[in-house]
């Protein structure tokens, strides 16, 4: 080979060498960089969604570890075949937000037989086999309707009666599931209370308006309505107002998430008192893929940090909120 050939294959080797540790060194550690996780998101139905969707992403890309990411649309159906399909993929990881909690048997079954490690994400499933995930990083949300119903009794504690109207979140999907068991168990043992109706309103804001409209007309008295995310409290604002009512004062409301949006409702009193449930899991999702693939044991299950707000705390906590 002639001298300058032999320069240019220096020059070439060298560019190789530089220019692989600049990729490594991108945002994470030559540790992660061969790692690929498929993530099946429930969907975009509700600003506590979009938020979750933004910080995860975040956080992979922060931490330089491949994320392949599908939207469900709020379909089981197309959840399972994203699974499937990252199955097929063979990645390092998968990570999904159940839909609803029943029915996932066979597709998890398919991801441990090739030998791929399932991580929940936000919500619970329901199996008779453990063995099917590793771990779920989420809030309890029993605990969520149960810090409602603390909060109701004590602000109803001097009425005589209470009709209260729950908005539910998607029918068999976890949260709808705990936040009304919690709810309801809590004012069980208080007969003031009475439930006048139950209804889905799909996580979403145009749900909760039309549950809230359609129940106006058949309980004008309702008390307290008890919505089960910020944009169907939200919603059931807009209807509130556009029959001509008060919402927070007339109508007192309950909320869950803490999303932005339901702060300044609360904020404004609009909104009564809200259970925060943290949809920024990011982090923790990124620590626990490094520990799953490293081989290293993880809890069972992990619980973000979360509180309550009421118009005091969501004005102070404002400026500084992160979602």
Known sequence: MSRRRLIGA??????TILLAGCQAGHGGSP??????????????????RTANTKDIESAFQHAGI??????????????????????????SVIAFSPVVESGWDTVLQEAKAAGIPVILTDRAISTDDPSLYVTRLGSDFTKEGEKAGVWAKKEFAAASSVKVLEIEGTTGSAPAIGRTKGFEKEIGD????????????GFTRAGGEQVMEAQLKAHPDVDLVYAQNDDMALGAIQAIEGAGER?????????VDATHDGMEALAQGKINFIV????????????????????????????????TFTQEQAIAALPTRKY
């Open 10 to 15: 220096a020059i070439a080797a060298c560019a």
């Open 190 to 201: 208080d007969s003031k209370f009475s439930i006048v109706d139950s209804q889905d309103g």
């Open 31 to 48: 540790g992660t960089s061969h790692l690929v996780v498929g993530f099946a998101q429930v969907g975009a139905e509700s600003s506590w």
């Open 247 to 255: 919402p927070g004062k007339q109508i007192k409301v309950i909320s």
């Open 276 to 307: 925060e449930c943290n949809p920024l899991l990011g982090d923790e999702l990124v620590k626990l893929v490094k520990k799953v693939t490293a081989g290293k044991s993880v809890p069972r299950r992990i619980e973000p940090p979360e509180r």
């Open 66 to 91: 491949t994320l392949r990411f599908s939207d469900a649309e709020q379909q089981q159906a197309n959840q399972i075949a994203a699974i499937r399909s990252y199955i097929q993929q063979r990645v």
